[in-house]
């Protein structure tokens, strides 16, 4: 595959995923053209364009001026940095274009949970999913491995999740999404490494008391610190 392309990519990429965590969690219809969420006034071809739009209306709405999320451009700026990346690390391979969509896939969860405090079903199926069927062809774990992978996610996470404030079923059914991906002979490090971070967020948040002792915190991104370190091969 050509850098080039993988670039084309990643910029085409970034507009679409932000469509996504925009309308996903609010079960809004995903063909329609993009709109400012408070004046509902559909934006201008030119503001949807990859980064340029953002820079040319200055980040804000063209109607009523509301602040477009700073997130849109930092996934349109990020997609095409993590392309790259990934082009280099895999050397050109067409593997690296999986793991460029798992990379979206990732970074749709994470946005949605910080924006919403929600991992959806629908994105957590998807993700099982894809996990399996790209064991099917031959990447990553087996699918024996995936499936149990999958089942020991659930599994590990399941009684945390009764416990701990701000972990709920959401987080559950990722972290089955994550064993399948990983296989069932990762799938522990990647989980405890999760909640590890997870525990250190936490206290982070406690101490600076950006969150009391009974307020709720996103569980995913540190979820998705996990698997991203075992997926690099940073941990094994
Ligand atoms: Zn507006």
Not at 60 to 77: F, H, V
Not at 101 to 115: G, K, P, R, S, W
Not at 179 to 202: C, F, H, M, R
């Amino acid at each position: 595959m050509l850098l080039l392309a993988m670039m084309l990519v990643s910029v085409l990429l970034g507009p679409v995923l932000n469509l996504l965590i925009d309308r996903l969690p609010r079960r809004q219809a995903l063909f329609q053209r993009p709109e400012c969420s408070i004046c509902g006034v559909a934006r201008s071809t030119s503001s949807l364009l990859p980064v340029a739009g953002w820079l040319r209306s200055h980040g804000r709405c063209q109607s009523c001026g509301a602040s477009l999320p700073r997130r849109s451009l930092i996934i349109e700026l990020g997609l095409p940095l993590v392309g790259t990346a990934l082009w280099y690390r895999g050397a050109g391979g067409t593997h690296v274009l999986l793991q460029l969509l798992f990379v979206a896939y990732f970074m749709a969860i994470v946005a949605i949970d910080l924006e919403h405090r929600l991992v959806l079903n629908r994105m957590t199926a998807a993700g099982l999913l894809a996990a399996i069927g790209i064991a099917a062809v031959g990447f990553g774990p087996s699918v024996p491995e995936a499936i149990a992978g999958a089942v020991i996610g659930f599994l590990f996470l399941w009684i945390p999740s009764l416990l701990l404030p701000g972990m709920g079923m959401g987080d559950v059914k990722l972290a089955a999404v994550i064993g399948a991906l990983v296989g069932s002979s990762y799938v522990l490090t990647a989980l405890t490494l999760g909640v590890l971070v997870g525990g250190v967020v936490a206290a982070f948040l406690l101490l600076s008391r950006r969150i009391g002792r009974r307020g709720s915190m996103a569980y995913a991104p540190s979820l998705v610190v996990g698997v991203a370190l075992v997926l690099l091969g940073v941990v094994r």
